[in-house]
C-alpha cells in the first residue's frame, strides 16, 4: 500500500458538466499518473506530473486537464464531460526512491457520463 | 508512437493447465515489466526484467524478456483459481530522459476449478 486515495470511487454524471478526480498520496513522491482504463485498450495515459506545477500530457489527454499545486494532490478535470469519457481511472504514483520505477496505483475511480 | 501488443486477449483454463501471455512491442524497449489485476482491483507490480534475455521466476510464474528486447512473456505452471486476472505488461523506451512507461493491452486469464 502506497497510500493513495482516490475520489470519488463512484460518479454518474450527465454529459457537459464538469467532473473532478481527485488523486491524494501520503508519501510526497514526485512522479503521479492518470491512467484511464478501458476494455480492448488495457491502460492509457492521460497525464502525468513530475512536481508541483509541473504537468505533462499522456497519449489521449484530449478533453482532459490536471492540475498539481500541492505535492500530495494531483487533480484531473473533465471540463464537458462527453460519453467517451465513460471510463474507469487509476491515479498511480512512483516512489522516488524505489529500485524497479514500478507503479503504485490507486483503487480507482469508475466514472459513467450519461 | 511506441505501441504495445498482448495475446491473447483472454484465455480460459482448467485449473492445473498451463498458461502463457506473450507481449510484443514495435521498438526496443530498456525495460519491462509485469502487472496483476484482479477482477474489479487495480494492477499490482509483478516484477521488472532489464537484461536481453533474461529470465526471472516467481514460485509458478515465470517471465522472460527477449533477445532484441521488444518482446515478453509471462508463464503460469499450472494455474490455479487464484491466478485469476488480467495480465499487463508495461515497457520503457530506452533514451534519455523521462520515459514514459506504456501498457499493453492485457490478457484476461479466467481458470475453471
Known amino acids: 500500500d502506497a497510500g493513495i486515495t482516490q475520489s470519488p470511487r463512484h460518479k454518474v454524471t450527465e454529459t457537459g458538466t464538469p467532473v473532478t478526480l481527485r488523486c491524494h498520496q501520503t508519501e510526497n513522491h514526485r512522479y503521479m499518473y492518470w491512467y484511464r482504463q478501458d476494455p480492448g485498450h488495457g491502460l492509457r495515459l492521460i497525464h502525468y506530473?513530475?512536481?508541483?506545477?509541473?504537468?505533462d500530457k499522456g497519449e489521449v489527454s484530449d478533453g482532459y486537464s490536471v492540475s498539481r499545486s500541492k505535492t500530495e494532490d494531483f487533480l484531473l478535470t473533465l471540463e464537458s464531460a462527453t460519453s467517451s469519457q465513460t471510463s474507469v481511472y487509476f491515479c498511480?504514483?512512483?516512489?522516488?526512491?524505489?529500485?524497479?520505477?514500478?507503479?503504485?496505483f490507486g483503487e480507482g475511480s469508475r466514472l459513467t457520463v450519461l | 508512437g511506441q505501441q504495445v501488443m498482448q495475446i491473447p486477449q483472454y484465455q480460459h483454463v482448467q485449473e492445473g493447465e498451463d498458461f502463457t501471455t506473450y507481449c510484443n512491442s514495435s521498438t526496443t524497449l530498456s525495460n519491462i515489466q509485469w502487472y496483476k489485476q484482479r477482477p474489479g482491483g487495480h494492477p499490482v507490480f509483478l516484477i521488472q526484467l532489464v537484461k536481453s534475455g533474461e529470465v526471472k521466476k516467481q514460485k509458478r510464474l515465470t517471465f522472460q524478456f527477449g533477445e532484441a528486447k521488444k518482446n515478453s512473456s509471462l508463464h503460469i505452471t499450472a494455474t490455479q483459481t487464484t491466478d485469476v486476472g488480467t495480465y499487463f505488461c508495461a515497457g520503457r523506451r530506452g533514451g534519455t530522459g523521462f520515459q514514459k512507461l506504456v501498457f499493453g493491452t492485457g490478457t484476461r486469464l479466467l481458470v475453471s476449478p
Open positions: 498511480a504514483i512512483r516512489r522516488d526512491r524505489g529500485p524497479t520505477g514500478e507503479l503504485f
Open positions: 506530473s513530475y512536481g508541483v506545477k509541473d504537468t
